[in-house]
């Protein structure tokens, strides 16, 4: 059976629609069409499977536009460091340690909890890029993803250009949910002429750029934005995560080569690199969107607390009055969808039936005023509240229950456990971290 008819709900099709009853009629990966509650008994729909949704409201799936998925291992590691510290004594030689199969259970853990958070699309960049398409394919997730471009070596650049270019032409478009784009990490890890490099490839190859921009302060030092402008890299399609420590001029060149923000704000908040002028940005017409980060910095792939912590940072920053909670529901939903060029973020027909529902009989969500509701979503709920997820027709996460599992959910956790000990012992061993233990003992 092709066809699901979601009943008796509470609907918001967009951030900027009032919240009505409908019925949903999905038919295979797309809405087909939206019913007046009730007219659904009256109409022959064909062979429909009917779930009953009564108390419950539907709203689009979270579009998560910057994760690192593999970091799940990293959670909590290093929650007072410095970011320099955070990053060469305590990230980078545990990545030493990864492997494809510790990657693939890293990804999959990640994209449990951001199915159970209510993300239905996430924007990925990491090494074992194979293995984070698998994981995504695996559970039924909407995926963008690109293989962390940086560049050391003639050598080590070939190779991990070779091995994003081999993720695309494995899984580029796979399920019409997989899309493999490409990441160079940042402008002070890969010089401009590579820059230039991965433009002329991606357009090659018709996809999407992940990268870095100006997340700390002392990046303004290290390049200028017109340079990276000059190497055609924002000709493409791009999102832009961070963008905290962006001036007049940066925010021209953004808005007129239409390159899409990631806003972070727990991980720039929690790595001290500060708030990104949102406002300012959107006063200039730039596409913004909600990115998690990834674990390490994060410590939670929780959509929720973006757009609350989002929220309330706009509003320190530039007064009560700015920043409404419609604008940061167009973040969550339809402006991922832009970016993503992909019809995604509003509950309408023709548009991917990705989709979340959330139960209402909860605290967080009294008093149940229909005309609250949009707020009770930013500035109240959390994961708790979320009742099911579905993406591109398929519910992956139903009533506490992830429905789309290869494996037992406890084989899954097991494996992860048993994996992230062996890269602690590993890093525990090592020559590293005993210099880094000295440093720490002094
Ligand atoms: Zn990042």
């Known amino acids: 059976m092709s066809k699901k008819l979601l009943k008796n709900a509470y609907v918001l099709i967009s951030a900027d629609d009032d919240v009505e009853k409908f019925d949903i009629l999905i038919d295979e990966d797309e809405i087909e069409d939206l019913l007046a509650s009730g007219d659904s008994t009256e109409v022959n729909l064909g062979e429909v499977e009917e779930y009953d949704l009564s108390g419950k409201l539907i709203v689009p799936g979270f579009i998560n536009t910057h994760s690192h998925s593999v970091m799940s291992y990293f959670r909590g590691i290093a929650d007072d460091l410095s970011l320099n510290d955070w990053l060469f004594k305590e990230m980078l030689p545990r990545e030493d340690f990864l492997e494809s199969e510790i990657a693939y259970y890293g990804a999959l853990v990640s994209i449990l909890e951001m199915i159970s958070n209510g993300i239905t699309t996430f924007v990925d960049m990491y090494m074992f890029t194979d293995q984070i398409a698998k994981a995504a394919y695996d559970l039924g997730i909407r995926a963008y993803i690109s293989r962390g471009l940086s560049f050391d070596t003639d050598e080590g650049w070939n190779r ?105 704000p727990v991980s720039n908040m929690k790595l001290g690199n500060g708030i990104a002028p949102i406002v300012d940005m959107l006063d200039k017409n730039i596409n913004i969107t909600f990115g998690t980060d990834g674990c390490a910095s994060n410590n939670s792939l929780n959509f929720f607390n973006e757009m609350k912590f989002g929220g309330i940072l706009q509003k320190y920053k530039y007064g009560p009055d700015r920043f409404s909670v419609e604008q940061i529901l167009r973040m969550s939903w339809e402006n991922g969808g832009f970016a993503l060029e992909t019809n995604i973020g509003r509950l309408e027909p023709e548009f991917k039936a990705d989709l979340v529902v959330l139960d209402m009989d909860s605290f967080e969500f009294f008093p149940n005023d229909l005309s609250r509701l949009k707020s009770h979503i930013v500035y109240s709920a959390n994961p708790k509240n979320i009742f099911a997820t579905m993406v591109a027709g398929k519910f992956l996460y139903y009533d506490g229950e ?27 061993n090592s020559d590293y971290s005993d210099s880094h233990n000295d440093d720490r003992d002094i």
């Open 160 to 264: 991990r250009i070779k091995e994003n270019i081999e993720t695309y032409e494995k899984y580029n478009g796979l399920d019409s949910r997989i899309y493999i784009g490409f990441g160079p990490h940042a402008p002070y890890t890969v010089p401009m002429d590579k820059l230039n490099e991965v433009a002329e490839i991606a357009k090659k190859y018709n996809t999407h750029i992940q990268i870095h921009l100006l997340e700390s302060a002392n990046e303004r030092k290290q390049y200028n934005l017109l340079d990276v402008e000059n190497t055609g890299l924002f000709d493409l399609p791009t999102v832009a995560a961070h963008c905290v420590h962006v001036d007049e001029k940066d925010i021209e060149v953004l808005s007129r080569k239409e390159v899409n923000v990631a806003y972070n």
């Open 402 to 428: 992830f429905l789309t599992l290869k494996e037992e959910k406890e084989q899954i956790y097991e494996k992860f456990h048993k994996f992230y000990q062996r890269i602690e012992d590993k890093y525990n």
